[in-house]
């Protein structure tokens, strides 16, 4: 005699092995759609190929080029020598600068969040000995992370700053990718947003606002020239001539020109825009 039962009739385990198959595709799919919890997360440029070859001037040289005209003589009155350098540069000979007249120098640290310059302990710390006032800059590459992961890595990787007296703030190299698209792949807005929160980041771990490093024509083509910098963040511009030219909206003056990539000793040559006392004045904030 059967027996009736109550309830679900049984099913093979190779039907619910199928229906399970059939919700993870689902909700696969779902995380994939505009809107949803997977459309957060954002496709990034593989790291940076060849970063002992990306310098700040290593791309403008490339793109906007070198033959503008000589600068005329500095002014010990007005201005004040200094140098950058990165891997590229090896061991310096910081004694036979300083004995030129170099001041100061700004020195690569840092390129996305993978690469750190492996001269960087010689060149920071032998510039700081021979009695220059030092820096430390992180070339940007704003389609591989976030804005706040690289001003992160920058800091943790010799980009920090102290109330010393010869320690400048970080400064961030924004110039054309080495690596493709000229603009990194954003849009004027992304890139101004990438920077907004690269700039926040450094300053909520070191107290200070750092510098930036751009030309008028990358800045033009690829933030829309905007002025959203300009009233807070000193600027760092190259252009190899006869002055500093033409400077991106938002910036009355400029506070770093670096005047030619064949200079002396290294190739880059900067002249701050004022005399010792005021060089002085923004390493200690």
């Known amino acids: 005699m059967s027996v009736l039962r109550s309830g679900f009739p049984h099913r093979p385990a190779r039907s619910l092995t199928t229906l399970a198959g059939v919700l993870l595709a689902v909700l696969a799919l779902l995380l994939g759609l505009p809107g949803t919890a997977g459309a957060t997360a954002t496709r990034r440029a593989p790291e940076p190929r060849h970063p002992g070859q990306d310098w700040a001037g290593s791309q403008i040289a490339r793109h906007e080029g070198t033959a503008a005209g000589t600068a ?71 389609d591989t992370s976030s804005g706040a992961a690289q001003a992160t890595y920058f800091v943790k990787h010799g980009g920090g700053w102290s109330r010393d007296g010869k320690t400048l703030p970080g400064a961030l190299d924004m110039e054309y990718n080495p690596y493709g698209a000229t603009c990194y792949g954003l849009s004027a807005a992304g890139l101004v947003n990438w920077m907004k929160d690269w700039f926040a980041t450094y300053k909520a771990r070191t107290g200070r606002d750092a510098v930036i490093y751009t030309s008028t024509s990358w800045w033009k083509q690829c933030t829309g020239n905007s002025a959203a910098f300009g009233a807070v963040n000193p600027l760092w511009i190259p252009r190899y001539g006869s002055s500093a030219g033409e400077l991106p909206a938002g910036w009355g003056f400029h506070t770093i020109w670096q005047y030619t990539s064949s200079g002396t000793t290294v190739g880059d040559h900067n002249r701050f825009n004022g005399v010792l006392d005021r060089l002085k004045a923004l390493a200690n904030g």
């Open 72 to 142: 005329p003589p500095a002014s010990p009155l007005a201005s004040v020598e200094g140098v950058d350098v990165s891997s590229h540069n090896g061991s310096v000979a910081w004694s036979t600068l300083w004995n030129s007249g170099v001041r100061f120098a700004y020195v690569k640290a840092t390129e996305s969040t993978s690469y750190t310059n492996p001269s960087f302990a010689q060149q920071y710390n032998g510039s700081y000995n021979t009695g220059m006032i030092r820096g430390a800059y992180h070339f940007a590459t704003p």
